[in-house]
Each structure stands twice: as structure tokens, then as C-alpha cells.
């Protein structure tokens, strides 16, 4: 009877030190992934170019208007289409495409606060040293990319807003103009 119970409990040590692995394993899974912009984020895009292209790509999405607009110059209409269940480092994710008259000009990439050190490591391999580092921020310039860490999320932008990411978030703060 000892040796029975004895030999339940190295099952079960067994057990967890082999769950713990898998876990440790599968977080680390990609964490050697080269980091890039999603080729499916085209700056300029049209709604429906960009649409044809998520084809496929979201579990869910769902196109819609945003009032009031946060975007500054917006003339015509801000658009957004959110996307959820994107393959970005081995996981679905949410994404939001922002869209200013028309034109793909912001996305938003969530990921989780779990990641934030990989990403930045990630993103560093692929762009470089960051230009800017600040309690909200993690910039990259020069690619038009950011870590924001709450959220935790990647932000791209186009160069058409590249003074008023400066001015609206903290990315580029040493560049604002205002």
C-alpha cells in the first residue's frame, strides 16, 4: 500500500513538472519568430482592397464607422475594421485597421502583457535600436512601429501621420511640434 501511494505521487510530480514544461515550451514557441510588419497591412490600402485581402484571415470582422472620430484631418469619414482571429506569432489576435477618407493610415495589433518582453526583443532584432523609449512607449521611427504596453498592443502607422502620432500618443513625444 506505501509503495503504491508512493508511486501515485511521483505520477502526479511527474505529471506536473511535465505540465510545466509543455507550458514553459509552448510560451517560448515563438519567441525566436522573425518579427515583421503582416504583409496583409498595406498603408494606403483601400477598405476593399483591404477586405479582399483579409479574406480567410479573421474569425470574425466587422466594418464600421467611428463617431466621433479620433484621427485628426479627417474630411469624409473614419472607418475601422476589426478583425479578430488574425495569425500573428503562432496566436489569433484581434487587429484593428483604421481607415482616414478612405485610406489604411493606423493599425492596432493586440497581444498580451505575457509577451512584452519577447515583442520588444522581436521587434528590436527587426528594426533596430529604438528611437524612443518612454512609460507608454517603445518607438521605432524609421518602420513607423511601436510597442504600447497599456494595452499591450503594436501600434503601424502611415508617414501621413507621422506628426500627428507624435502629438496624439507619446510614441514620438521629442517630435511634436506643438
Sequence with gaps: M????????TIRTCSGTALALLLALGACAHADERFARPEVIRLGATVAELERALEGRCTRRRLHNEAPVFLPNVRERQQQIDCDGF???GYGRRVEFVFRDGRLVLVWLMVTDAETPAMIDAMTRAYGTP?????????????????RYRPAEILFWSGELDADVACAYPVLSRRCAK
Design 2 to 9: 506505501l509503495r503504491m501511494r508512493t508511486r501515485q505521487r
Design 87 to 89: 495569425q500573428f506569432f
Design 131 to 147: 528611437t524612443e523609449r518612454n512609460d507608454a512607449y517603445v518607438s521605432f521611427e524609421r518602420d513607423r512601429a511601436a510597442w
